[in-house]
Each structure stands twice: as structure tokens, then as C-alpha cells.
Nanobody
Framework: QLQLVESGGGLVQPGGSLRLSCEAPGLSLDSYIIGWFRQAPGKEREGVSCQSASGFITNYADSVKGRFTITRDKDKNTVLLQMDSLKPEDTAVYYC??????????????????WGQGTQVTVSS
């Protein structure tokens, strides 16, 4: 059973940066499609960025394009979400999710099988 653990959330001022990490203790993420999602209070969970297992296919929500970057650190078996130029509307609980490579995916929450517990990101002055 794949377990995912997120870290790196916190409080940051508008315009600041945070880097979120997603780890899978004891298992390799190389054969999984990885997605970052977020859920703000009173809103549905939405896809932020997803990446194929190979890393060749990456997509971003329009609201974060040019500001967020998803990368894989294969040596550390982690998936990172670098978030720059943060805005108050980026405030949400951020979740890492995974589904085995070869699965159909469109960076929608219902396409992913395994989820982390979430990490809070708050952008406020």
C-alpha cells in the first residue's frame, strides 16, 4: 500500500515562496503518476499540477502556470512543488496524490488512488 507524506507548508507573505515535498517511505515513486491538489475552505478539491511517471508529461492549472513548478528528485524519491509569487488565493490545504503508471489520468482528483494527509499553505500579510 502506497503511503504519501507531504511537508513544507506554512505561512508566507504574498509574493513569497514555499516548496512542498511528497515522499513515499519505503516505496519508489518512479512508477506512479503524481499530482498535487488543493482544497480551500468551502471549495472543491482542484488539480494544481500533475506529472506522468516518466516526467515527460506535465500539466498545470491555469491559475498557477508560470508560478508553480513540479519536479521529481529521484535520488531522494520525492516529488516537489515549488511555489513562487504566492497569492492569497493560493491559500488551501495541499495534497499529494498518486496512481500507478499506465492509468488514465487528467489531473482530476477522481483519477488518483493514493493520497497524503495534506499540508496547510496560508498566504497572508
Amino acid at each position: 500500500q502506497l503511503q504519501l507524506v507531504e511537508s513544507g507548508g506554512g505561512l508566507v507573505q504574498p509574493g513569497g515562496s514555499l516548496r512542498l515535498s511528497c515522499e513515499a517511505p519505503g516505496l519508489s515513486l518512479d512508477s506512479y503518476i503524481i499530482g498535487w491538489f488543493r482544497q480551500a475552505p468551502g471549495k472543491e478539491r482542484e488539480g494544481v499540477s500533475c506529472q506522468s511517471a516518466s516526467g515527460f508529461i506535465t500539466n498545470y492549472a491555469d491559475s498557477v502556470k508560470g508560478r508553480f513548478t513540479i519536479t521529481r528528485d529521484k535520488d531522494k524519491n520525492t516529488v516537489l512543488l515549488q511555489m513562487d509569487s504566492l497569492k492569497p488565493e493560493d491559500t488551501a490545504v495541499y495534497y499529494c496524490a498518486a496512481v500507478p503508471a499506465g492509468s488514465f489520468w487528467l489531473c482530476n482528483p477522481e483519477d488518483f488512488s493514493f493520497w497524503g494527509q495534506g499540508t496547510q499553505v496560508t498566504v497572508s500579510s
